[in-house]
């Protein structure tokens, strides 16, 4: 099971940081990422990290702005963002992925799903 929190409703140029909590098992041997999916659109892939945290990826459009870490001995993994935007209002999810070493950017090889936190961005 994961659990999301830390959403909310914060003003343009703020911050926020999500958290993501993984029980029942550990997760830390694998993928995980944060996704987001704002109203009438697909959910998109927001940041990754592998299972040591030695690589991160981001969308480009959350580059520089927002920072993707873990804890594993937490089962946690977070979301830093930073100046946030107006266009980075959305529901954001957690994901991990099975596969260790790769950051996959689709949805589909993620396995496991949490519920989702609102981030709602003002101007």
């Known amino acids: 099971q994961l659990q999301a929190s830390g959403g909310g409703l914060v003003q343009a140029g703020g911050s926020l940081r999500l958290s993501c909590a993984a029980s029942?098992?550990?997760?830390?041997?694998?993928?995980m990422a944060w996704f987001r999916q704002a109203p009438g659109k697909e959910r998109e892939f927001v940041a990754g990290?592998?299972?040591?945290?030695?690589?991160?990826y981001y969308a480009d459009s959350v580059k520089g702005r927002f920072t993707i870490s873990r804890d594993n001995a937490k089962n946690t993994v977070y979301l830093q963002m930073n100046s946030v935007k107006p266009e980075d209002t959305a529901v954001y999810s957690c994901?991990?992925?099975?596969?260790?070493?790769?950051?996959?950017?689709?949805?589909?090889?993620?396995?496991?799903w949490g519920q989702g936190t609102q981030v709602t961005v003002s101007s």
């Open positions: 029942g098992r550990t997760f830390s041997s694998y993928t």
């Open positions: 994901a991990i992925d099975r596969n260790r070493f790769v950051i996959a950017t689709m949805s589909n090889p993620y396995d496991y």
């Open positions: 990290i592998t299972w040591n945290g030695g690589n991160t």
